[in-house]
């Protein structure tokens, strides 16, 4: 009797571990529409990437948390993937890159009534933008020496800065910045305005840390489930229960 007991003691012990080892850890930080802990589903981004997961077998796992912990986190293979990853070059040291599935128009926010219009670089001299610590805006933007880029952990102190005239703009994708604002301070939306003209159209991606043993495995499951769901038509089917499709 001890016997059996022992062996099934240890069968569900295999079993819990095959389960665990089919579970991706993905963190992230809020990021509506594309990461929502307030939605049902976790927002567009998560949806899509649970779905291309499941055509592997694979469970995914959403971890809240400010986006310089969970870039860490995943850096150092303690979570799995990173939901919405934007490329730079510094990052492909330590990520691997699945293939882009959405792209992401950078623009600038600024007070309602402030003239200013992004013509690129020089039109930013003189200037102090809000960013978020660790957030991928690109190169050229990052390593600008014509003017201040403050930091926060987060996206909506950086309107509430321009709003005060703490800083003279800050910058995100559109459709994220009017979704969070909406969301979290509605009031804030008529208080400021969106320059014409985007930064740079950033491609959205999912990586893995390259210290994580299994980070080619994980990145072509992910790329094998958006190509069907591509063929297959639910890519758009999820894109449209989000608008944007």
């Given at each position: ?65 400010p986006w310089a912990r969970a870039i860490d986190g995943v850096k150092n293979a303690k979570y799995d993937v990173l939901i919405g990853t934007w490329w730079t070059k510094e990052r492909t040291e330590f990520l691997d890159y699945s293939e ?22 020089d039109s930013l001299t003189g200037k102090s933008v809000g960013i978020v610590r660790g957030y991928g805006y690109g190169d050229e933007f990052l ?103």
């Amino acid at each position: 009797m001890k016997f059996k007991s022992a062996i099934l003691t240890f069968l569900a012990l295999f079993l819990a571990a095959s389960v665990r080892a089919e579970t991706v850890t993905a963190a992230g930080d809020p990021w509506p529409p594309f990461i929502d802990p307030n939605d049902p589903d976790g927002g567009v981004a998560v949806s899509l990437a649970r779905e291309a997961f499941s055509r592997s077998g694979f469970t995914l796992e959403m971890n809240i948390m400010p986006w310089a912990r969970a870039i860490d986190g995943v850096k150092n293979a303690k979570y799995d993937v990173l939901i919405g990853t934007w490329w730079t070059k510094e990052r492909t040291e330590f990520l691997d890159y699945s293939e882009p599935y959405l792209t992401n128009e950078i623009k600038f926010i600024k007070r309602k009534g402030d003239p200013f219009e992004y013509n690129g670089m020089d039109s930013l001299t003189g200037k102090s933008v809000g960013i978020v610590r660790g957030y991928g805006y690109g190169d050229e933007f990052l390593n600008a020496t014509n003017f201040k880029r403050p930091e926060t952990a987060d996206f909506l102190p950086n309107v509430k800065k321009v709003v005060s005239g703490r800083v003279d703009l800050t910058l995100e994708d559109e459709l994220v910045a009017r979704s969070q604002i909406a969301k979290e301070e509605p009031g804030l939306i008529d208080q400021i305005e969106f320059t014409q003209n985007a930064l740079n159209a950033n491609t959205l991606h999912v990586t893995c840390g390259l210290a994580n043993a299994k980070h080619e495995e994980i990145i072509n499951a992910l790329n094998k489930g958006m190509a069907a769901m591509k063929a297959d038509g639910t890519f758009d089917q999820i894109l449209k229960k989000y608008g944007m499709k």
